[in-house]
C-alpha cells in the first residue's frame, strides 16, 4: 500500500513524466537536424560499424536538454505554487548536481561525438561528473552487508572513493550496453522507473516523493526519445547520452535513503557484461578497453537473433531482474546480483561456444539496412581494430 504522502505525490508525478516526454519527442528532431552543423554524424566505414548510411549521434542532447530544462522548470515553478512535493529527503545542492550534472555530461560526451577522444579523456570527463556529485554531497556511506550482519559503512575518503567507482562504473555500464537501436533507452526506462517505484513504497522515511518525481522526469526524457531511436534508428543517443543518463542513474540510485542495492539488480545486465566483458579481455592480454563482439547482445545476434529480438529479450531479463528487486530486501538483492553474476560468466562462456563467427558490414545480405541501418555506433564501433573503445 502508497503511504498518503505517495498517493498525493502521483499526480505530480504523472505531470513530471509526461512533460519531459513531450518535451523530449519535440527536441529530438531539432537535434537529429542540427547533427550535420554541429559536427555528430556517425558514417559508415570499413570497420565495425554495420549501419548503411549516417546517422546523428544527437540524441543524447535532446534526452539531457528535456531532462534538464523540464526539471529546471518544475522547480522554478514549484517555488511560486506550492503544487510538488517538498526536498525533505533531498537537499538542494544534491538536486542542482543531478541537473547540472546531466547538462555537464551531455557537453562532455558531445565533445567525443564531435572530436572522437581517446579513452583517458573520457575518464576525466567521468571523473569530473563524480567530483560534481560528492561535492554537492552525493555519496555512498553505507551498503548492505550480503553476509549478514547489517551495513557496511563507510566514511570520508573511502565514502568518497566509493562513490567514484560507482559513478564511473555506472557511466562505463551504459557505454558497454549502448549497442544496439533502443536498448541503452529501454534499460533506463525500465530502471528508473523501479527506482522510482521504491522510492514511494514502504513507511517513512523511505518513502520519498521527490526522488520519484526525478525518475519520471529521466524516464519521460528516455520515452519520448526512444520512438526515434528504435530499430531502424533515426538517432543514436551518442556519447552524451552515455554520459547524462549514466550519471543521472548513479545518482538517482544514490540519492535519499540509498538504493544501490536496487539498482544493482535491476541494471544487473549492463553492469555484469561489463564485468565479464573486461574480465575476459584481461585474460586474453588485451586492453579492457579494446574494441570486439564479445558483449551479450552480440552474441545474441551471432545467435541468429534478429535486431529487435535481441532488444526485447533484453528488455524481458532486465524487467525479471526489476521486478525481483522488488520483491527482495536489500541483503537478498545483493546476494541475488552475486548469484547472477557467477551465473551469467557460465552463460556467456556457453554462448561464446555456440556463437557463429562475428558479422561484419560487408557480410550482411543486400536488404541488410531494414536489419542494421539503427546499430548503435557506440564508441567501440567507432574505433578501428586495436584502438580503445570511446569510454574508458
Not at 529527503?89 to 572530436?115: K, N, W
Not at 575518464?123 to 551495513?151: H, K, T
Request: hydrophobic share 55%.
Amino acid at each position: 500500500m502508497l503511504s498518503p504522502a505517495a498517493i498525493q505525490a502521483v499526480p505530480v508525478i504523472l505531470l513530471a513524466l509526461a512533460a519531459a516526454a513531450v518535451v523530449s519527442f519535440l527536441l529530438t528532431p531539432l537535434a537529429i537536424r542540427s547533427a550535420r552543423q554541429i559536427g555528430a554524424l556517425d558514417l559508415p566505414d570499413s570497420g565495425r560499424r554495420v549501419h548503411q548510411r549516417p546517422v546523428p549521434r544527437t540524441g543524447g542532447l535532446a534526452v539531457a536538454g528535456a531532462f534538464v530544462l523540464v526539471g529546471a522548470a518544475g522547480l522554478a515553478a514549484n517555488e511560486l505554487f506550492h503544487f510538488a512535493p517538498a526536498l525533505r529527503e533531498v537537499r538542494g545542492p544534491q538536486v542542482l548536481a543531478l541537473l547540472a550534472g546531466v547538462g555537464l555530461g551531455a557537453a562532455l560526451g558531445y565533445l567525443d561525438d564531435r572530436f572522437q577522444l581517446r579513452a583517458r579523456w573520457q575518464l576525466l570527463g567521468q571523473l569530473m561528473l563524480a567530483v560534481v556529485a560528492i561535492v554537492a554531497g552525493v555519496q555512498i556511506d553505507s551498503v548492505v552487508n550480503p553476509l549478514g550482519g547489517g551495513l557496511i559503512r563507510f566514511d570520508g575518503a573511502a565514502a568518497a572513493a566509493v562513490t567514484v567507482v560507482w559513478i564511473v562504473g555506472m557511466i562505463n555500464s551504459a557505454n558497454f550496453v549502448d549497442g544496439l537501436d533502443g536498448l541503452l533507452a529501454g534499460i533506463a526506462i525500465i530502471a528508473t522507473i523501479t527506482l522510482g517505484v521504491v522510492s514511494l513504497i514502504g513507511e517513512p522515511p523511505n518513502v520519498q516523493p521527490f526522488v520519484a518525481v526525478l525518475c519520471a522526469l529521466l524516464a519521460g526524457a528516455l520515452l519520448g526519445f526512444l520512438p526515434w531511436n528504435f530499430h531502424p534508428a533515426k538517432v543514436f543517443i551518442g556519447t552524451a547520452g552515455v554520459f547524462a543518463v549514466g550519471y543521472a542513474l548513479a545518482v538517482l540510485a544514490v540519492l535519499g535513503t540509498a538504493k544501490v542495492a536496487v539498482a544493482l539488480l535491476v541494471l544487473g545486465v549492463p553492469i555484469i557484461d561489463t564485468f565479464w566483458v573486461i574480465i575476459r579481455r584481461l585474460a586474453s592480454r588485451r586492453a579492457p578497453f579494446s574494441a570486439d563482439r564479445g558483449h551479450f547482445h552480440h552474441r545474441l545476434l551471432d545467435l541468429g537473433l534478429t535486431h529487435r529480438r535481441a532488444v526485447l529479450l533484453i528488455y524481458g531479463l532486465c524487467a525479471v531482474l526489476a521486478a525481483l528487486s522488488l520483491l527482495l530486501s536489500g541483503r537478498g538483492q545483493i546476494s541475488a546480483f552475486v548469484v547472477i553474476v557467477i551465473g551469467s560468466g557460465l552463460l556467456l562462456f556457453l554462448l561464446t561456444r555456440r556463437a557463429r563467427l562475428a558479422l561484419e558490414a560487408a557480410s550482411y545480405p543486400a536488404d541488410a539496412e531494414a536489419l542494421t541501418d539503427g546499430a548503435e555506433a557506440t564508441p567501440e564501433a567507432a574505433t578501428s581494430p586495436g584502438q580503445p573503445e570511446g569510454s574508458a
